[in-house]
């Protein structure tokens, strides 16, 4: 995904025999025509060299940069090390605490160059995870318009109003910072550092640029299997620590829902649509029924077209629709499904339990 454009959101509640069915799904159909090539640089809003704020000497900016052996010797062995189709790998640290943090050490040079830090207990100030939207705005100037040069480009992002409320971006020293913000709670939920080669290859809004953009990597029907399943588990970690946060007990994981929320991911893929009922496989009643699932009630959340497993759970956060799934209290397993940017989460309250 490069931006966030013409969100559909739905919801609908219905009863089909014993089970509740929740669904919402969430879309970013991509930005054909949302990135320009150009002739003429137009220099505007926060570029390379701004930083609108004193930068710490401490806390987890500080291990941007640093190298994969002193990254073990600050924090240990990893408890996973994920893969991704950016070409770093996440080094998990803090699952199920609050001070869940995602390190990511480059695969060429086995140095840092992006960290997503979700616990409310890591040291990210000036930007304070669980801080009051409003009152980080009056400390920093976001600009909707923000510059950077890599290496063989020079691209200038256009923030919509949706990313301004959810996800503004500011150079921070030597690198980027993107907040994730809770729209709904207006308070912080996590901070997410980036090296200008990685906010290239990404690319996550809407922009125009002169030069060459770093190509992304292509990856096999083998890696892919990779990143699919580390996407699952980071979800699942995520949403678990989101339930936490906001007074919800974590969700167990369901193999059965998982496989079924899989299934509907590689379809939606393969058949290129985007939908909770499929022609093929039915709706979601059908398609846990087809996994042996028996449930008092069930739900479900899909998404397209993210950067990754912490934006889409993000986004997924700050839908009205979405949140009342990720939220509710009555589910008790969770089983996530993602496959080459398609993602659902099935929710299950078991009859059995």
Request: net charge positive; proline share 5%; hydrophobic share 35%.
């Amino acid at each position: 995904m490069l931006r966030k454009t013409n969100l559909f959101i739905f919801f609908i509640a219905v009863i089909v025999f014993s089970g509740t069915l929740l669904l919402s799904l969430i879309s970013s159909p991509g930005v054909e025509g949302g990135i320009v090539p150009i002739a003429q640089r137009a220099v505007q809003g926060t570029s390379n060299k701004e930083s609108p704020f004193d930068i710490p000497k401490d806390g987890i900016y500080t291990y941007m940069g640093k190298s994969e052996s002193q990254i073990l010797k600050i924090f240990g062995k990893p408890e996973r090390i994920d893969d991704t189709k950016y070409g770093y790998q996440w080094f998990i640290y803090g699952r199920n605490t609050d001070k869940y943090l995602q390190i990511g050490i480059d695969s060429k040079t086995r140095q840092v160059t992006t960290i997503y830090a979700l616990g409310n207990k890591l040291r990210t100030a000036p930007l304070v995870i669980g801080e009051q939207s409003k009152k980080i705005f009056k400390s920093v100037k976001f600009s909707n318009k923000v510059s950077m040069n890599d290496q063989n480009a020079h691209i200038e992002f256009d923030l919509n109003a949706e990313d301004m409320m959810e996800r503004p971006l500011v150079k921070f020293g030597s690198c980027w910072v993107q907040l994730s913000l809770d729209h709904v709670s207006g308070r912080l939920m996590g901070v997410r550092y980036m090296s200008s080669e990685v906010l290239a290859l990404q690319h996550p809004y809407s922009m125009i640029y002169t030069g060459s953009l770093p190509p992304a990597p292509v990856l096999s029907g083998q890696q892919w299997q990779k990143v699919n399943s580390s996407e699952d588990l980071e979800i699942f970690d995520m949403s678990n620590i989101l339930r936490t946060r906001f007074k919800k007990s974590p969700l167990i994981w369901s193999p059965q829902a998982h496989q079924a929320a899989y299934l509907h991911s590689r379809e939606m893929k393969v058949k290129n649509y985007f939908s909770h009922d499929s022609p093929w496989s039915g709706d979601l009643k059908t398609r846990l029924d087809k996994e042996k699932i028996l449930f008092l009630s069930a739900g479900e959340n899909i998404a397209a077209r993210y950067p990754d497993a912490a934006s889409v759970t993000i986004g997924w956060l700050n839908s009205i629709d979405h949140r009342e799934n990720l939220l509710n209290g009555n589910f008790t397993e969770l089983g996530v499904g993602s496959y080459q940017n398609d993602y659902t989460q099935d929710f299950v309250q078991p009859m059995n339990k």
